[in-house]
């Protein structure tokens, strides 16, 4: 019977000292949509689609290696609308802030797209450079910033509370 109080004492131990506390859990806001139209706002990542960017590959540019996908994801809202979806692949390297509680990490990733002019015909791949910039403290790690081809652009959140960036060629 001792034996039994003291198991059911320890078991009861054991549970408590596993409970965690909601204030420790770092929150992470990482998944960005990028949505690439032109200057009239018309949608340019139609699969197949005459004029729109048919194919697109993401290549970290701080990796150790020269071929380092990136992975993402074509999604389509609408027969009109598709957007990038990435959440996370690139290296991330420390910009500032070292060993304390405010960081900042920088992604730097080639992202090439290719155009179809006709049904047969490809335009030549666009190479262009997206940097992420990530804020880090020990209860978030957030995007922050995001420039394509060096020019900053505004970051948005949506329904689902990912960062939209609409870039514009």
């Not at 003291?6 to 596993?18: D, R, S, T, V």
């Not at 992470?28 to 197949?48: E, H, R, V, W």
Request: glycine content about 6%.
């Amino acid at each position: 019977m001792k034996n039994l109080l003291f198991g059911i004492l320890f078991g009861c131990f054991a549970l408590m000292g596993c409970r965690s506390d909601e204030d420790s859990i770092q929150k992470i806001d990482q998944i960005m949509s990028f949505y690439i139209q032109d200057a009239n706002g018309k949608n340019l990542l139609i699969p197949n689609k005459i004029g729109s960017f048919t194919s697109v590959a993401m290549n970290d540019l701080l990796a150790t290696t020269d071929n380092a996908p990136v992975s993402n994801s074509l999604k389509s809202i609408s027969d009109s609308v598709s957007y990038i979806e990435y959440i996370a692949g690139a290296t991330r390297q420390l910009e500032s802030g070292g060993d304390g509680d405010n960081r900042m990490y920088r992604s730097q990733i080639r992202v090439a797209l290719t155009k179809k002019l006709t049904d047969t015909t490809f335009a030549e791949v666009d190479n262009d450079t997206l940097q992420i910039f990530y804020h880090w403290t020990p209860s978030v790690f957030e995007v922050s910033r995001v420039l394509y081809n060096k020019s900053e652009l505004p970051i948005n959140k949506d329904s689902e509370s990912r960062n939209v960036v609409k870039i514009t060629k």
